[in-house]
């Protein structure tokens, strides 16, 4: 295959870049030193403001507090959307891809700006005013965006549910968000299958009666069910509304929107994000990230349904005046070209994917890279997991043809932004690093401890100092946010995250150290899987643990204890994990079940998921110490019984 090797940024050939070494170096030592006037200047440059903040920015990390830009107001929708319509109401904001490759959009500021007041104008005289919750169940369609800033525009606080999650789950996050409205369509259409989006919002609202308003989009024109009074049409509602919607003047510290995500307890937490500091770095990311010129396409193929889409589909390129791809199939429908494909058909410039997509699309040889021509790509990107160096180089030689820097950007749900992440033109590239720090932003190593780690070494991953994209609260439980990222360690942020630095001071991020799996990109909590299992009548007890996998970076194995007189059998087997399917969402499927008649506990009854973890994964002659264990034998029983796989 192909060498793995540094490539220094003059190997590829650009365009244009916003910065060299020397200016990434300047302001990176400007944005920790002098941090409030680098920030200034930076919300003045990136952002329209209605009034000035009196104040930069405040933080007691202790108590996991952030402000930025205090007293400051703007309007999200406005310079995402209004300050370009003078000069630019024409420029294409939003291309959209569907399903299907014979069918596309192309959406202009102007028509975006339309749609989005109408949207909202539909919202206000439903009775949603600024501060409400308004729950996102959507396709990747363009209403996907449009109902995203429409409630920016009147101030109501979104929170998007990824279309793939079941009505279990939608309804819980309704419920913990307490929504009053839903925005959906009657189906969902990707690779070819459908999914009825609408039904699952039926059911999952039998049990959220506060949910005064569902609107839904006609995407496929399914039957749907429907409840006179709370539901309307979106074609409807928006064709008989006005097109003049006055944006809600809101506060730099007004939420904008809510984001579940899996953490190490069962329940999904309300990562809250505000409104100046997060659009300032989604901004400024996307800009010197990607280089971004306004004029190019830019493609990041994420769902709206997680931090990615909301950061660097919507928010961050929209407020750069950029024109974004909305895409909404899967890479490998009708066949593993069409990401190759859809760059060539709407001249693409930069691409942003996933390790898993890319190492899904290597799987399937060169050829179908090979059919296309690629000449628009400038710049390629990834994020979601570790990036293993093989499909690093794939990337870089058959996709980039050696002419792409790649952006490894190592981020999360709660920072909003990236964080660790090359600068093309600045940044040395090392396959497999998000190598160094964006600005403002001071990321450090720890021991178990809390003792700071020096030079070359691997450590847990902190972050010293807050930024301005920073989560704010978990949605309803302040403590939570307290005890989840400000407790392990004093006065700093903690990632969750393992991370080496190497000698140049670059960072490679090994991955999580807390129980939280990373499948396809997607985060999964073990004890989400272990709830929605023990749900089951069959299941008395089970634990979850990651495995490598090729594709998919991790895999979930679980072990599950029947309940007295449960039959195991390959069907229940079957059953249970189309259970947890159900329960949490397709993605969360696992991959391989064993029958543990005891799991093996501390004298104290915990589940020793290390030993656990390393006889799912065939790590046998690593066991560790075995001997705190309440009953030793119960070890022997599981490695007799793993399910062996590759
Ligand atoms: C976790 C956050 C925000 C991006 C989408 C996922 C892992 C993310 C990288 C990267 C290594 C990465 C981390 C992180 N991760 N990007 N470039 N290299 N690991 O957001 O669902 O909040 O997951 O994804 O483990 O903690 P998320």
């Given amino acids: 295959m192909y060498k793995i090797e540094n490539h220094k940024v003059s190997d590829a050939a650009r365009a244009h870049t916003h910065l060299d070494d020397a200016g990434y170096q300047r302001m990176y030592k400007q944005s920790l030193e002098q941090p409030d006037q680098f920030w200034a200047e930076q919300a003045e440059r990136f952002l329209t403001w209605d009034k000035r903040w009196s104040k930069v920015h405040e933080s007691d990390l202790s108590k996991g507090q952030a402000a930025w830009f205090i007293d400051g107001k703007l309007n999200v929708s406005v310079n995402c959307i209004d300050r370009h319509l003078a000069e630019h109401g024409d420029d294409i904001a939003i291309i959209w891809e569907g399903d299907d490759p014979s069918d596309a959009q192309r959406i202009s500021y102007k028509q975006l700006h339309d749609k989005v007041c109408r949207l909202a104008n539909v919202l206000k005289a439903r009775g949603v005013k600024k501060g409400d919750r308004v729950c996102l169940y959507m396709p990747m369609i363009p209403e996907a965006a449009y109902a995203m800033l429409a409630c920016a525009r009147i101030g109501a606080v979104h929170s998007v549910v990824f279309g793939g999650f079941s009505p279990d789950a939608v309804r819980d996050r309704i419920l913990d968000a307490d929504c009053q409205a839903v925005i959906t369509a009657d189906e969902s259409v990707r690779g070819g299958k459908r999914v009825p989006l609408k039904v699952n919002v039926e059911k999952a609202l039998q049990e959220c009666p506060n949910v005064h308003t569902v609107i839904t989009v006609k995407r496929t024109g399914a039957d749907v069910a429907w409840t006179e009074g709370r539901d309307v049409w979106y074609d409807e509602a928006t064709a008989n509304v006005s097109a003049d919607c006055p944006p809600e003047p809101m506060d730099s510290e007004d939420p904008l929107f809510i984001l579940y995500t899996s953490g190490s307890t069962g329940k ?95 799987a399937k040889g060169d050829e179908p890279v090979k059919s296309s021509s690629r000449a628009s790509l400038r710049l390629l990107g990834t994020v979601g997991e570790p990036i293993n160096p093989e499909a690093w180089e794939w990337y870089y030689h058959v996709v980039g043809e050696q002419r792409c820097p790649i952006v490894d950007t190592w981020w999360q749900t709660e920072t909003g932004a990236a964080m660790i992440t090359p600068l093309p033109g600045s940044t040395t590239l090392k396959p497999g690093s998000a190598t160094r720090p964006f600005f403002g932003v001071e990321p450090a190593l720890y021991d178990p401890e809390g003792n700071e780690l020096e030079g070359a070494t691997s450590g847990n991953l902190v972050i010293k100092r807050s930024w301005p994209s920073q989560i704010r609260t978990v949605y309803g439980d302040h403590q939570r946010l307290v005890d989840t990222y400000f407790s392990t360690y004093k006065d700093v942020y903690f990632t969750g995250d393992g991370a080496r630095r190497d000698e140049d001071g670059f960072y490679w991020i090994t991955g999580r150290v807390d129980d939280v799996l990373n499948v396809s990109g997607h985060r999964i909590g073990t004890a989400e899987v272990e709830s929605a299992l023990v749900l089951h009548d069959a299941v008395a007890e089970a634990a979850v643990v990651g495995c490598p996998h090729d594709i998919k970076g991790q895999c979930i194995y679980v072990y599950v204890t029947p309940m007295n007189g449960v039959e195991p059998s390959e069907e229940l087997v079957k059953e249970l994990k189309t259970f947890v399917a159900d329960q949490v969402g397709a993605f969360a499927r696992p991959e391989f079940m064993q029958w543990a008649p005891s799991l093996p506990k501390t004298r104290s009854g915990k589940i020793m998921r290390r030993i656990l973890r390393k006889i799912a994964c065939n790590e046998l002659d690593s066991l560790g110490d075995t001997s705190t264990l309440a009953d030793p034998t119960v070890v022997q029983d599981l490695i007799s019984n793993r399910i062996a796989h590759a």
């Avoid at 990562?271 to 306004?294: E, K, R, S």
Wanted: charged share 10%; with cysteine; net charge negative.
């Fill in 268 to 362: 999904p937490k309300g990562v809250l994000h505000t409104t100046g500091g997060y659009l300032l770095m989604a901004a400024m990311t996307h800009y010197y990230v990607f280089d971004y010129v306004p004029g190019e396409v830019y493609w990041c193929t994420a769902d709206v349904g997680w931090i990615t889409g909301h950061s660097y589909i919507v928010y961050g390129p929209l407020c750069n005046r950029a024109t974004t791809l909305l895409f909404e199939g899967v890479p490998t429908y009708p066949d593993a070209s069409r990401c190759w494909q859809v760059i060539d058909k709407h001249q693409v410039n930069i691409f942003y994917t996933a390790p898993t997509a890319l190492r899904a699309l290597m």
